[in-house]
């Protein structure tokens, strides 16, 4: 349980969630990490707090460095639990200390643990005086939450960005430069997807904003510290925000009688014709969050149901709620199915689609086991659509 110091006098000292798998309904097969930050100065800070579970390690690192009785102020990005989880245990040390937060931040965190604490709001532009540094804060409403805030330290080129750049990941490097690239960037993608893809504008606005201070460190509240990779992650925040595909199509299907897996097998063929990159996911296999990461970056987005009691599988209705929560932007759809009588499903899919604010090619909708010659016809149809 050792913190980490980042900078001289500037400590992480957050909880390592080693087992997480789920965070609500995203599978967090890397676990994770709430990152909270202590900084020495004539006033002793903390930034951000961790799950309630890790309250005690989070304690633990920080009483290596200093007594938590002498803790002045608590500053809270954000209030989610995973952020504000420890804030009664850490209080209950340093009763006098001054919680800061936005507008909405300190509303969320009275109603939520109804404790009569010393609080201060701040807004954008306001500064806190810690003796050698200041600390500025810019509201960055719905970033994830509406009260997020971030916290920028000119005199260390460092932002404490909260959930913004983070990433689902558990490890004992603290550094982006010490951890596999790739494995960073993947993990910040399926983030993005699964818990910042709604908020596009926000995103942008945000961007705007840290593009005009001077930054070498952003130190997020879940995994990495990027020193390294600030331009990569910057860059790929824009085309994420900005909704930019690639030209990439995902076939994305459960199956009764394996007729609608033939359908999803031909539709994958038109979009490679058309030299697509290609992602088939079997609903029964593959997480919707995992799924999510791949349409982060998807152009089409094909979905398959047969028909099941006049509606659709419930695999494809528990991927069609949790697709329009994070509602991606500027996508093209396909509804597909097979069915026996009824038949609604591909209707049922493609209002859901549209509802999404897709634009939709001619749907694919075939009786039993497909007949080759009309499943052709309709394949036929298909690549013609593809732009
Ligand atoms: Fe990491 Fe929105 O909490």
Redesign the pocket.
């Known amino acids: 349980m050792l913190p980490k110091e980042i900078k001289k006098g500037i400590y992480w000292i957050g909880g390592i969630d080693w087992d997480l798998r789920n965070f609500h309904g995203y599978l967090t097969q890397r676990g994770s990490t709430y990152n909270s930050y202590l900084i020495i100065d004539e006033k002793v800070t903390l930034i951000d707090n961790v799950k309630y579970h890790l309250a005690d390690e989070m304690i633990n690192r920080i009483s290596q460095i200093i007594d938590p009785a002498k803790i002045d102020y608590i500053i809270q990005n ?1 209030i ?1 639990m ?2 504000t989880g420890s804030l009664p245990t850490i209080m209950e040390k340093c009763s006098n200390a001054k919680i800061i937060a936005s507008p909405k931040g300190v509303e969320g965190l009275q109603k939520h643990f109804r404790q009569n604490w010393n609080f201060r709001i701040v807004k954008s532009g306001d500064i806190l005086d810690l003796g050698k540094r200041k600390l500025h804060f810019v509201q960055t409403p719905m970033v ?2 509406p009260d997020n805030m971030v916290t920028y330290c000119p005199e260390e080129k460092m932002l404490f960005s ?2 913004a750049f ?1 990433q689902h990941l558990a490890s004992s490097e603290r550094f982006d430069d010490e951890f596999p690239f790739n494995i960073m960037m993947h993990e910040a993608a399926k983030y993005y997807a699964n ?1 910042v893809l709604p908020y596009g504008r926000q995103v942008q606005k945000a961007l705007k904003i840290v593009g005009c201070l001077e930054i070498d460190t952003i130190c997020p ?2 995994g990495l510290i990027i020193r390294k990779y600030i331009p990569q992650i910057l860059e790929k925040y824009k085309e994420w925000s900005a909704n930019e595909v690639e030209k990439k199509a995902l076939i994305i299907y459960d199956t009764m009688w394996k007729s609608t897996e033939k359908l999803a097998h031909s539709v994958q063929e038109a979009f490679e014709t058309k030299n697509y990159q290609t992602r088939m996911f079997n609903l029964q296999y593959t997480h919707i969050s995992d799924i999510m990461t791949e349409i982060l970056t998807a152009k089409y987005i094909c979905i398959g149901s047969p028909t099941l009691n006049n509606n659709i599988l419930p695999t494809v209705a528990s991927f069609l709620t949790y697709l329009k929560g994070l509602a991606p932007k500027g996508r093209i759809g396909l509804a597909f199915g097979s069915y026996g009588w009824g038949g609604q499903s591909v209707g049922i899919v493609e209002k859901e689609l549209e509802s999404c604010g897709f634009e939709m090619l001619e749907q694919i909708k075939l009786q039993y086991i497909p007949d080759e010659k009309i499943l052709e016809e309709k394949i036929k149809i298909l690549i013609s659509q593809i732009q």
Do not use: F, Y
């Open positions: 954000h989610e995973d952020h994830h939450w909260n959930d983070g818990i509240s879940h």
